[in-house]
Each structure stands twice: as C-alpha cells, then as structure tokens.
C-alpha cells in the first residue's frame, strides 16, 4: 500500500477514474451495438451523431486510441450509409 498521503490520494483518484473510464466504455460499445443491430434508416441517422459523440469524447479522454474512435466512425458511417 501506499505510504505518502500524496500516493494514497492517487490511487483513490485512480480507481474513481478507472470506474468512470469503464462505464462510459461499455456505455459507448452498447450504444455501437444498438447503432449497427438497427434496420431503420430513420433510427440509425438518429443515433449516429450521439455515438459519434461518444467515441470522440473517449477519444480525447484516452478511453480509447483516436485511430480506434476514427476506424468507428467511418464504419458506422459507411453502415448507416448503406441502409435502405
């Protein structure tokens, strides 16, 4: 365990941080999943710009690589695209 009081509040701060970090993770990979288990174009134009919005904020947060949120973005698009 940790001995400063510094250190102690750096591993408080980073098991809140690792909590957030999973939950707006798994929070995205749903909102992916809901996104390419549509049908509807109407619903998947909706929900496109939200889950781009959620990449590119764990993008910036370290979440996940910027090229991972990038490779994301063009296939959902290219999916929502294709829809009839």
């Known amino acids: 365990m940790a ?8 591993v408080k ?4 941080k690792r909590l957030r970090n999973r939950y ?3 929070t995205t990979r749903n909102a992916i999943k809901r ?5 509807v174009k109407t619903e998947a134009i909706e929900l496109l710009p939200r889950v ?3 990449l590119d904020r ?3 947060k370290n979440v996940i690589h910027k090229n991972k949120a990038s490779n994301n973005k063009s296939k959902l ?3 929502v695209n294709a829809l009839a």
């Open 58 to 60: 764990l993008a910036k």
């Open 52 to 54: 781009i919005s959620m």
């Open 77 to 79: 698009t290219k999916f």
């Open 13 to 16: 701060a980073n098991a809140t």
């Open 35 to 39: 996104l390419r288990g549509t049908m």
């Open 24 to 26: 707006q993770a798994k």
């Open 3 to 10: 001995n400063h009081k510094s250190a102690i509040k750096r």
